[in-house]
């Protein structure tokens, strides 16, 4: 009997009755012991940058619902605060940023200083030594495409239009930032994997803005390089690629990406990616938030649409996106007890 770890064995291509579960953002607002240590923060970015806080909101709900894997808790932004760019993060307004906006910006940029994300890289170490045998560590970063989006627009927008356009009337420059991107995160993925994480999750949250064109240009080859140069550097080491909003694109990204597994969002049906995707390939999700918060029957419906459609296959289960403030613990109790139930 193999002793691999439930998620990595499903990113090697291995079927189970019971998938393996964890879910993006589950380090966060919805736990009252989250929201008791992020108090005694001065910022955000502070929290993330001390080790103790993060190792600690880290294994938070490990040990809360006994997940399959922990997710490192830090923040996409970080490289670009490691490469001299002002960041903060403001409470109900998300992340601010000197904004970008000549391409004269890009060319003051710092180098990538890797040594700033030190405290990081001590918080992998303090979590993986308390970690479970049979939980998995995840580590982390933004693709280049959406940390781009945020260092030129300066913080969130609905279609990163402010992006799109200095990639329209700068595209030489836009390309340069998005090729030092792709080098500073994958040196960071790999000093990520070197302090002990186990897997690594590449986030790209605003690929579904881009029309094809650019969409190939920004996110897709990027994420691939990335993709090959960690198979290269750290061989053995898994890659999921969350690449929201690309639904249409996921069968031809599975053969063109190269990652072990595959991230689906809220709006993808689940029995026409598992029919239009080769049966070895890990797909990970892809409940809605939203149901979760609802709960009851409706969940049971959702989550039991989703077992069905993935059964056979290697699977993960996780929601769409990111696991919103307001869920129920309640609510996180039962998926964890039906996706479990399955064995029964």
Known sequence: MSDEKALISALRGKASAVPPMW???????????????????????????????????TLQPVRRFHFDAAI???????????????????TGSGPR???????????????????????????IDR?????????AFIGFCGAPWTVASYMIAGQGTPDQAPA????????????????????????????????????????????????????????ARPIARMIAALKTQRPNVPVIAFVRGADAQLPRLTKTLHADGYGLD???????????????????????????????????????????????RPHIFNLGHGILPQTPIEHVERLVERVRGARD
């Open 23 to 57: 879910l993006m953002r589950q380090a966060g607002r919805y736990l009252p012991e989250y929201r008791a240590l992020r108090a005694k923060a001065k910022s955000f970015l502070d929290f993330c940058y001390t080790p103790a806080m993060a190792a600690e909101v």
């Open 72 to 90: 490192l808790f830090s923040d996409i932004l970080v490289i670009p605060d490691a490469m001299g760019q002002t960041v903060s993060f403001e």
């Open 97 to 123: 940023l000197d904004p970008i906006e000549t391409p004269e910006g890009i060319s003051r940029l710092g180098a990538f200083d890797i040594t700033k994300l030190s405290p990081v890289f001590e918080t």
């Open 127 to 135: 979590v993986k030594s308390e970690l479970p045998a049979d939980v």
């Open 164 to 219: 799109r356009l200095f990639a329209f009337r700068h595209p030489e420059a836009f390309s340069s930032l998005i090729d030092r991107l792709v080098d500073a995160s994958v040196d960071y993925l790999v000093r990520q994997i070197d302090a002990g994480v186990e897997v690594v999750q590449i986030f790209d949250s605003w690929a579904g803005v881009l029309p094809a064109n650019e969409f190939e240009a920004w996110s």
């Open 266 to 312: 809220t709006a993808l049906d689940p029995k026409w990616a598992a029919a239009n995707t080769a049966a070895n390939v890990c797909l990970q999700g892809n409940l809605d938030p939203l149901a979760l918060i609802a709960g009851g029957a409706a969940l049971d419906r959702e989550i039991d649409s989703i077992l069905g459609a993935f059964a056979g």
